[in-house]
């Protein structure tokens, strides 16, 4: 016998080919049909993947004809989810070219198996998932076995016709900003499409991609569905966060949030210490790429004229129709929607300088709570230069900006630094200072002053708030004043001299922004 009455349950890790007597109790992770090899239209087979109480898979498979035996005894369809006992099934070698497991071996069902569905308590493993971080690492990539992932949405593009089939194209990332490209096809693109077209709030959509197939491209990794046994979940019910839950040691909550919500990412970069803060000083002499985050104060409003622009609602860019069609230039969408989103630059100061930030979107309403179509709204009236509504919301503002630094940007002479994400909320400043305050190179306690031993110059920064005109923001250590002629006489010093218009901005969405200002110089002690 494969079993004793004192175990009762083989474990999967234990089974072998010799003997048919087994008896386990599994959870079924996915049921699905596999064609018939001559006859698409017909089924050829049944197929299952089980897990037992300490998570090990095995994959199984059944004639029609023994699918339908075993359903009529149970009176009702397997369920995905439902904990089963099964017993007298053969055990074969697992030597398929794409295994939904990592087990050597494989159950196949016949006339003697039985099964029958049973409510005793029993853990749920129904999705492992891969990191996208290790889909970075070529050595690690296996094409044989298929893998679990999840992730939000990032982009996509339309579904069009392949070589063989329809397909579609998107791109998911996860909580540490990796990302991975992903193909569906056929059916499959009937789970996701649908969410994504009707997604007006602009929303997250969460996506799980359960049994999909890894490719190796040139240049990257992508997952793509591998027909009949893949599952698509969109934005994930608790089963599939429980499952994410486990991977990162976090309760369900969290990991919810965590994905769906945007604090909750920037959360992850500082307790996880993927945040890399610095000073605007150290911003405005490093000549690469990169994303870095600045705690800053708000101290001036640069837009004039127009604090918003038509979109289009699809791609976000400026709405441009061709010309005698109403057609986006951008996206190529038929009589698009238009939408009204923000577009503010701002000057910002730490202790150490100045810059231009431009805001999009997304930052902006964060910051002002309010819709640019609001503002807008409120102000079709207004002969003020600045809507008190964005004057008031955003002037001595404190925030953590993470800002993108683009080398070939600042070469064209662009004059600021796209903000990227913004935070500002008690939980995520108290995070902060808790983690970074007076710890770090480059960050700042409550006073101003630089982290203890910092290579930077030493230069305090007034914490009162000052007037909306003429603002002396720093004072040297020496107590003597920098007044408005030494920082004219930094800035003509600092002056960029190309006069090029800025290439496009991007943040989630891309405009073409052009400006003629010089880069704010960095204000620092006098030897």
Known sequence: MAYSSATLFSGLSDVHSGSTAWCIKARLIRLYKQPAYLNRNEVGSMELVIHDKEGVRIHATMKPNIYEKLTEKMEKEMQEGSVYIIKNFLVIDNTTSFRTTHHNHKLKFFRNTTMSLTDEEFPSHMYNFTPLDQLQVDNLIDEVHLADVIGRVISYQKPFDGLKAKRMDFRIQDTNNNQLSCTLWEDYIDDLLPTLETNEDNKPVIVAIQFGRLLKMTDQVKMSNSFHVTKVTVNADSDVFAEFMARLELNNDVARRMLSNTDYNI?????????????????????GDGLFWIDVTIVDIQTTGDFWYSACKKCAKKLVVHPGTKVCTSCAEDNPIETIRFKIEIVVVDQTGSATLLLWNKASELLIGKSAKEMKDKHVDSTDPIPHGIEDALIDRRALFEVRLDSYKMMKSAAYYTVTRCAFDDEIMAIYKQLFGGTQESTSDDHG???????????????????????????????????????EDDAIANEMQSENVAEKATSGSTDEVQTYKKRQPVIKKEK
């Not at 959360?267 to 000549?287: M, P």
């Not at 930077?456 to 002396?472: F, H, I, L, P, T």
Request: charged share 40%.
């Open 449 to 487: 002053h630089l982290a203890g031993g910092s290579s930077e110059e030493n230069v305090e920064c007034n914490n009162k708030k000052v007037d909306k005109g003429k603002r002396k923001l720093f004072t040297e250590l020496d107590a003597e004043a920098i007044n408005d002629e030494d920082a």
């Open 267 to 287: 959360y992850e970069d500082f307790t996880r210490g993927n945040a890399r803060v610095r000073t605007l000083a150290y911003l405005n002499d490093f000549k």
